[in-house]
Nanobody, 126 residues
Framework: QLELEESGGGFVQIGGSLRLSCSAS????????VAWWRQAPGKEREGVSCISSISGGGRTKYADSVKGRFTISRDDVENTVSLQMNSLKFEDTAVYYC?????????????????WGTGTLVNVSS
């Protein structure tokens, strides 16, 4: 069973930066498509960013709302996937979730993913 755990959430000022990290136990993460999702109060869950597995070419994908501000990356030494968030806006406030899937590509990751972390809260305010 793949267990995912997020870290790095917290309170940050508008315009600030935060780095989230997703770790997995028992597997090599670069064999999986990994994505970050978020859910803000009163809103539906949305895909934020995705990075494909090695077999998928390591391609990345970003929601329009975060392009140019967020970067998803892998650290294969640490066996983690990170989301670097810069120029944070109030609208970025949400619970952020890490998710992984062995078979999905980033082109269709919004369909759904098999494994999920429990989330980490990002609260952006002035």
């Amino acid at each position: 069973q793949l267990e995912l755990e997020e870290s790095g959430g917290g309170f940050v000022q508008i315009g600030g930066s935060l780095r989230l990290s997703c770790s997995a136990s028992g597997v090599t993460m670069n064999l999986y498509t990994v994505a970050w999702w978020r859910q803000a109060p009163g809103k539906e869950r949305e895909g934020v960013s995705c990075i494909s597995s090695i077999s998928g070419g390591g391609r990345t994908k970003y929601a329009d709302s975060v392009k140019g501000r967020f970067t998803i990356s892998r650290d294969d030494v640490e066996n983690t996937v990170s989301l670097q968030m810069n120029s944070l806006k109030f609208e970025d406030t949400a619970v952020y979730y890490c998710a992984a899937d062995y078979g999905l590509s980033c082109a269709r990751y919004e369909i759904g993913m098999d494994y999920w972390g429990t989330g980490t809260l990002v609260n952006v305010s002035s």
